[in-house]
């Protein structure tokens, strides 16, 4: 017994997507003939509109519905601190903190030859431009890549580029070292040096 | 910020889905921005034909293209045998073994009052009516429901009832005891009273 073609179109798109693997999408088909027509009427038309209603801002190339995004039109943010960032559902990490009131700057990944992304496939041509306008007045550059050997060869990548173009702006990494809530017996020993070498007064 | 509406109503249709949590709805949602138009738009009508392109067979229940199925409507398999079992997709699993060539009805789920489903939810009925008519021929009913709590007590409640209809009808249950490529050292006590209850010679 074959699966039904109906059945099988909807598996391969499921395998498609990152994580789910033949057995996950043949259970999430199978679950969907148990849901309203309408309901799936509703999600097919979400994934049909997914890119037609949504656009990158030209200013910080962040996932939005306008150009330019609600975070790079609020004048109330601090225009002087310029956070960069892989991912543009990372933003969310950071406006959840509340404790980050600057502008961002999305990536769309990090350099990573073995998949033949080089600074090119990223949107850092668009950063070093917005870094070099003295008219932008950035005081500081946090560079938020991911601590992964790409994010990390990313992070130097634009720091050398950017020390080229605006060498007197102050370029920071994020703060690294124990994360809360971590049980120290199974900290990794690059994190505790990070750690020691970070340590703080109280 | 807040995810753009495109975005959110995406991520909504995921989270709807068994085993998809909110982390994991956002990053498929992500991911679907970077593939082309065209793959979502297959992606979306794959959906919308998901259940108006299939049927249930009306003899075994299983999800098909074609009334009768494909299986019931084969004549070289052995119509004295049925397997009754909870998801259509558990067929594919026993066509697998190649050991089974006898006929499937498939129950859509099983007896759970937690979850308000009763005997009238399931194709039970529908597995009654065939096993009493004379003429369908079975020498021998399979309960091949889940060794869980709602699969044995659909099992017991199929029993009693069946045997009502068709007292001279075998009934049986799947063998139980351990699995093949188990490590007898985290084989759980339940399991391993049934091996031992179901041992067989050499």
Known sequence: ??????????IEAFEKLPGIGPKTAQRLTYYLLHIPQD??????????NLKKD??????????????????CSDSSRDSTLLLVLEQPYEILSFER??????????LHGSINPLDNIGPD???????IKRTKKKE?????????????????ATAMFLHKKIKIVNPKLKITRL??????????????????REAIAGRREM
């Open 136 to 152: 932008n007045g950035f005081r500081e550059l946090i560079i938020a890549t991911n601590p992964t050997m790409e994010g990390e």
């Open 1 to 10: 017994m074959k699966i039904p073609r109906p059945l099988t179109r909807v």
């Open 175 to 192: 703060g690294m070292g124990i994360p809360t809530g971590a049980d120290l017996e199974y900290a990794d020993e690059v994190t505790l």
């Open 121 to 127: 496939e990223l949107y850092i041509e668009d950063l």
């Open 97 to 106: 903190t509340g404790k980050f009131k600057g502008l961002y700057h999305v």
């Open 54 to 71: 949504t656009l990158l801002c030209k200013v910080c190339r962040n996932v939005s519905e306008s150009d330019p995004c609600p975070i």
């Open 39 to 48: 309901e799936l009427e509703i999600f097919a038309r979400a994934l049909v």
